[in-house]
């Protein structure tokens, strides 16, 4: 048997490790012997001797009180919560001589078993991508991945995904995006242990290139299996239940708010002013928060103006309405438009081709939609005047 | 004002923030927070007149969980009332929770914050808080550039991105202290240069490493009347006063010139209706709703009505610092956990923990006689807590 | 031993299936509009230091959906919270701030634009646990479906004392100008209308309904500078019932009995079937307004059916305003029977004037069949 393939549990481990494992509450106040005739391949016999306290664990029968007789597989997959006890009793998998009152106790004698955690490879890891491809997750994706993974068991790889097949190749082949990250982080990623974003917050993992790519790359492949065949303990009982849940609206402009959105159909940009401060608003506000009275007088301002504020986004949130993520970077700005002052702004876009020139106090222009309908978006978005 | 009554906080409990709680639903999640607080008020479930709850409905497509979450807080046969207000959420809880007290209403009151954030999307969650009219495409969750461009204009370039990563490295530092804590990086100061360059950008100079994580959690606090207080606890946190203040639903703060921010209109309350002129001194420890490094080195400056740099000073010269002379944020702050409805609780009950002396690993090794907390949300709105050991009145 | 509080004006908007022109903004700022006018108050130092708002993000599909209403409760650079449970929770929560110490003048306000979203069923149905209660299917109207029957088997009432108690609301409703839309109803319409959650028919139901209403409430010693004739609130108390329906009794109203048990004792009520002129309860269907009053302890347990046939509603002077059942939204339920009791002890209800009012009861209730329920004792200054 190839070592890889070798199960990791075995009866022999679970038997060896129990001393370790003692639960002093659990074996308190019992004293008797317990015998394990454990049968098929990687069984034997063992006896567990329990003396007000003290646990020891034997090899052979020594007169036991009760003795359990099972299959080996059975055995394990009883200690590692996969087959109920007490069903494998029922179902006579499980025998049981002597005095079965004493077994009751046994549930509570020792600490849960953890299976000796197999070997991670990086090179298993990327070796074993092509077989898990997800191919929900790749469709539509065309783009090179590259990963150097950095320490003794590191390496350069690049998966190569083109709309549908996944190819992964050795060494780095034109990469759009590139991970640089430790050998030990990256299998720690990838078996869940480590926070993905996490390890990227604080510096463990670096990335160049498109950063968007790499939002996609998280559905690729199905879950990484270690080649011993253990899977990562998951309690059975837990299920995340995946929904998306909407509930359609028709949102009232109310006659302010649709007056400046009927106003834009005609490439104007009404504010509403404050009858006792004199601030305006936009977008114009039933009332001037400050004196908490009707803005009820319109001027129209702009529509050209200057960047009062830009912001650069890097990072988009989805769009709630549509749960569409937009490309980045944009910008995403407080203009000051002709007729305004102080922080009588509007939030709009700046055009992506402008975004070296997001500077305060750059002179702007609207860009109008051909086709108007009386929303914000009728402004496409503003470009810089050169 | 004086209030009706003295109101003391008696008891905290928290959960474990992560962004990985899909071993427990929503209910389970609170509850063990309420069992928290229980065991450390030493009271049980029968001693509470009254549950007060509150989150963000949309983060997790929960109508009044309150409903449904009776099954975790333990409200059934109670009385009980449901506030929220955004990010300050959990400051308004304690605020409600204070008030209910010291009206006579009730002489114990349980206040519970909570979000699972991971059972929705934050960051389009708060996009809704925009006009749907107008501004739901334009805006990116609570992310912004631009403070971290004021204050790079105002104290330029290196020094602003060394203090303000200088501030998250000791924030890092309190929550590696605090086991509650969802983000214990294990950050050095000489990773400074590094992380102000190379982690990921979000929005202009605001980048990965500087802003709060996105946790599942739920903070609980118990409050009594002095009476019952005094009979229940041997070291209550009193709470002394407390100011709400908003700005307009549009933000008009962009542009020429300064405005004032509600956290030092805020500040400026509290301080001159308790006989405080000397916030640096007179008050012993801060815990701050510091949504990013950004916003918490360049609020520091309003809380503390400070002028210049003196706020700057205080990050470089590490008065920040658990052990420095003016201690903020010992549990590590937002940056570190923010389970946004349970957030801006965590703040106050952080502080009454250091005036109660059971902050743990975290105990700020000085005496703390009076604390400070704040809350932050919706469109830069500002609770703030000053809590003592003493009883007030 | 705390100060009293006073209501000293009420406002509301009218309440219609669908106020589309106006955004709700614009609805809250005519409650606020019309209690200045009332009282005179401004935002000033000695005027409204505290806005409480009660609105619900699901409805108004909006987090945060109080961020809204900053700038119409004129709370820049002041305080504003939102009750996110039933409105009438509101005056509950004002209570305190008042009576705390902390606050002297409290402004409340609360909107729901139902015609909003494609079905306030879609809205409750958020309120169940995704395991279990949404899969098969609960939103609030079901659930009353299920309590209904539960009240028809404790009670034995039918389809006729049903249509009976809506009859009556719509001929009240129409003598109420804040329902523009009401209309009288016939006993043969309202059997006839469609089954929803058998035995509730489309007609037994409250209609979708916008609207807002406010309040300004002022502590004891202030009271004189904004009204002369106050409505104090004697007691206030509210009860959690189990989340399970499963686990409850629905027809046993555990929870209103606490509630109305807690607010009894507050008001200093030793025998509540006497005690009132005016009880506004809040009957989203029709079953509930004979079963809250027998939770209530109004009228004996089980004997609702009875009452109805003896026409107890009237003698009771029970929901003169038309009720929730005539229109006015979910959230708001309970927050619009108390503006409508303290109007009646203000003397202030024109048409619907019940005479020489002075103790009045206000109801609101929330959850799936009843599972919260907060009154409020009112009493003439």
Sequence with gaps: MDNKDKPLVTVADIFGTMESRVNPEGVQGVTANYGYIITGEGGGEWTVSVNNGDVEVKNGIHKPQVTTTCAAEDWIAITLGKLDGMSAFTSGKLKVEGDLGLLGKAAKFFHKYTPPVPEVTVADIFGTMESRVNPDGVKGITANYGYVITGDGGGEWTVCVADGTVKVKEGLHDPKVTTTCQDEDWIAITLGKLDGMTAFSSGKLKVDGDLGLLGPATKFFKKYVPASGMEEEVGEELIVLKQILSLPQKFSTGKVMGKFLNALKDKKILANKCPKCGRLQLPPREVCAICVVRADQWVEVGPEGSIATPDIAYYASPDPLTGESRETPYCSAHFLLDGCKDHETLWHELKDEDLPKAKKGVRVRPVWNEERIGAITDIKYFEVID | ?393 | MARKVGICAIAQTTYEKNKWGARFQEMALEVLESIQQQTGVDFSETGITMSISVSDDVFDARTISDNAMTDVLGAHLGCEEKIAQEGIQALYYGLAAIQSGHEDVVLIVGHCKESQGKSRNMVTHLAFDPFFTRPVGLDFCAAAGLQAQAYAMKSGIGDEELARIVVRSSENAVKNPMLPEAKKLTMKEVMASPMIADPIRALHAYPVSDGAVGMLLVAEDRVKEFTDTPVWIKGVGNCMDSFFMGDRNLASNFALKKAAQIAYKRAGIDNPGKAFDIIEVSDQYAYQQPMWMEGLGIIDDGKGNEWIKKDGPQKNNVNISGGTLAGSPLLLGGLVRAAEAAIQLKGEAGDRQVANAKTALAHGVMGPAGQFHSIAVLERG
Excluded at chain 2, 153 to 172: C, H, L, P, V, W
């Design chain 2, 1 to 393: 004002m004086k209030k009706n009554r003295n109101v003391g906080v008696i008891g905290v409990g928290q959960s474990k923030y992560s962004s990985h709680r899909e071993e427990v639903n929503q209910p389970e999640m609170i509850h063990e927070a309420v069992v928290a607080a229980l065991n450390h008020s030493g009271i049980t479930l029968d001693d509470v007149d009254c549950i007060v709850h509150g989150n963000m409905e949309l983060f997790e497509m929960v109508h009044q969980p309150d409903l449904w979450h009776t099954l975790g807080t333990g409200s059934y046969g109670k009385e009980t009332l449901r506030v929220t207000t955004g990010g300050t959420t959990g400051a308004t809880l304690v605020a409600v929770a204070d008030q209910l007290v010291a009206s006579g209403l009730h002489d114990v009151v349980m206040a519970i914050g909570f979000e699972k954030l991971q059972e929705g999307h934050t960051t389009g969650g708060i996009t809704n808080m925009a006009d749907p009219l107008w501004a739901r495409q334009l805006q990116t969750g609570a992310l912004t550039g631009m403070t971290a461009a004021d204050v790079i204009e105002e104290f330029g370039e290196q020094r602003a991105k060394m203090a303000s990563m200088k501030y998250r490295i000791i924030m890092d530092k309190h929550a590696m202290k605090n086991d509650k804590a969802h983000r214990r990086l294990g950050l050095e100061f000489d990773q400074a240069e590094d992380l102000a360059k190379n982690s990921p950008a979000l929005v202009g100079e605001l980048r990965m490493i500087h802003m709060c994580s996105q946790s599942d959690g739920a903070c609980v606090m118990i409050f009594a009347s002095e009476e019952k207080a005094k009979q229940f606890c041997k070291q209550p946190a009193w709470i002394k006063d407390h100011v709400t203040v908003h700005r307009e639903e549009s933000f008009c703060i962009f542009g020429e010139p300064d405005y004032v921010t509600s956290h030092r209109y805020a500040a400026e309350k509290l301080f001159g209706r308790n006989g405080i002129t000397d916030p640096l001194n007179q008050i012993d420890m801060f815990e701050m709703y510091d949504p990013s490094s950004w916003w918490g080195l360049d609020w520091i400056r309003e809380f503390l009505m400070l002028e210049g740099d003196s706020h700057i000073k205080m990050i470089e010269n590490g008065d920040i610092c658990i052990d420095g002379k003016f201690p903020i944020n010992p549990s590590g702050g937002v940056t570190a956990s923010n389970p946004i409805g349970a957030t801006a609780m965590v703040r106050v009950a952080e502080a009454a923990l250091q005036i109660m002396g059971d902050a743990g690993e975290h105990q700020i090794p000085k005496p703390v006689n009076q604390a400070m907390a704040s809350g932050f949300g919706g469109t830069m709105w500002t609770v703030l807590f000053l809590l003592t050991k003493d009883v007030p009145w």
